[in-house]
């Protein structure tokens, strides 16, 4: 099994489709969850979850950037509480921009506990200290309240609206890897994102 890393409460790692299908469909056909991400068609069954898990990993190998999409597994129950993803934003016609984005889906009953930022700290210590990754985007809709404050907490910066990718209107937020990304570290989040990057 492939830690990318681990916080204080969290081991952030790859999928193994086989025994995360299950956990990751309970995840997304969870509408609370889907709300705001709207990115293709909702899953229908586990076995089509299965499926979208190998394609993640088979993109991610494709890629060899080091970017994609790992599951949240909580240490204290060995649980997935839900995806942290680090990958190039598409454009308006879904292919692949040069632009970075972080993004978080924790399963409803992981909400209020500080999973998302935990493992948002991690995921931009690996963009900037592992893949050297100079800016990291976040997209938000701006009705999703819950995922703009996580970036607030991340000390992310909102920059505007942006129709430039998706094809929708989102705010876009930046979080640069130098002296701003320092001050996150020292509120208080010194103990998560140590980095094993053994992929
Ligand atoms: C967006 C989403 C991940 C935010 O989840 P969240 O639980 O609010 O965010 P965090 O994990 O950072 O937790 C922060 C909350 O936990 C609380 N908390 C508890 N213990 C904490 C800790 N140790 N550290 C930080 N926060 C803690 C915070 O006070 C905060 O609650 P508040 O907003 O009521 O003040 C979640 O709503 C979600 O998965 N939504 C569906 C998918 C989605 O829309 N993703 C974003 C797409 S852009």
Redesign the pocket.
């Known amino acids: 099994m492939t830690h990318l890393f681990e916080t204080e409460r969290l081991i952030i790692r790859n999928w193994i489709p086989e025994h995360d299908a299950e956990q990751t469909f309970e995840i997304y056909s969870d509408p ?6 709207g990115n293709g068609s909702p899953v229908a069954t586990i076995e089509s979850q299965r499926q979208r898990l190998i394609d993640n990993l088979e993109r991610s190998r494709r890629r060899n950037n080091g970017t994609g999409s790992w599951a949240m597994v909580e240490k204290a129950t060995n649980t997935i509480v ?1 995806t942290i993803l680090l990958k190039q934003l598409p454009d308006k016609d879904g292919l692949p921009t040069q632009d970075y984005e972080v ?6 009953a ?9 493992a ?1 700290v991690g995921m931009l210590n690996y963009g900037f200290n592992v893949l050297k990754l100079p800016i990291i985007y ?4 701006p009705e ?1 309240h ?2 703009i ?2 970036t607030q ?1 991340l000390g992310m910066k909102l920059i505007g609206h942006t129709k430039q990718y998706y094809g929708i209107d989102l705010l876009l937020f930046e979080s640069v890897g130098n002296g701003e990304w320092k001050d996150v570290e020292t509120r208080g989040h010194k103990d998560t994102g140590t980095q094993r990057n053994d992929q």
Not at 110 to 118: D, F, I, L, M, N
């Open positions: 609370k969850v889907t709300y705001f991400l839900g993004g978080w889906h924790l399963r409803h992981s909400w209020g506990q500080g999973y998302a930022t935990e948002g976040a997209v938000v809709r999703n819950a995922s404050r996580v907490r």
